[in-house]
């Protein structure tokens, strides 16, 4: 059990608790602009949660998953808010 | 959208998204990645210049026609799956052959890689003709 190990878990243990949160605020948001900010911030937890694991298990090919998962939310976020933007309302 | 910051960051992550793809697949066989994945990436960096400008600018940017990216990838499988069928061997096997370059070490080739090729150009044509498709309308 070295500091790193116990570090990770105690990390991990809280990014879950925050997307606890995260994904209330997403099934409950009173307008569609609460839940794009709710599934950004869902996936910006889980690229945090890939990067910790990859420290967790020592295993550097895991960061690639990150690396795209970031990528793609970038670009989906942006693909809801022209809709928004298009739609007229938020 | 008409907006300088997206348009700004657009232009500083097309190239950088494209880079990530060819990354992806050609470390595709031996790690996490391959065809499909960089076909995705590939098809996310489109799409973003397709948010940032409009779909005529993006077409330009692609020179090519999804329909014949799709054609084309289906093309590039289907000849590394038949080129171990010419030589006598099962319909799909894995053809390995290589080079040397010195200081570098040595560079495997097979069939595995053109597969992945023609993967990747499918996956890029379909995704970005479901996207100009969809903005369009």
Known sequence: ????????????????????????????????????????LTSTLVVGIIAIYTIYVKEPVLLQAAVVLALLSFVGTIAFATYVERRGRP | MNSLILHTASRL???????????????????????FCAGLIGAASF???TFAHDVPSARKLLRADPHTLIGTGLLFAMGSAL??????????????????????????????????????????GVTLLIIFTLSES
């Open chain 2, 83 to 124: 080129l171990s069928a010419f030589r006598g061997q099962a319909f799909m096997t894995g053809l390995w052959g290589g080079f040397d370059l010195s200081g570098l070490g040595h560079v495997s080739v097979g069939t595995p890689v053109i597969f992945d090729t023609g993967v990747f150009l499918v996956v890029l």
């Open chain 2, 13 to 35: 992550l097309h190239p950088l998204l494209l880079l990530y793809a060819v990354y992806l697949l050609f470390s595709g066989h031996n790690v996490p990645g391959g065809g």
């Open chain 1, 1 to 40: 059990m070295t500091l790193v190990s116990i570090v990770a878990e105690v990390t991990l243990s809280m990014l879950t608790f925050s997307m606890f949160f995260a994904l209330m605020r997403l099934a409950q948001g009173p307008t569609l602009a609460d839940r794009v900010v709710a599934l950004d």
């Open chain 2, 47 to 49: 799409a973003l210049h």
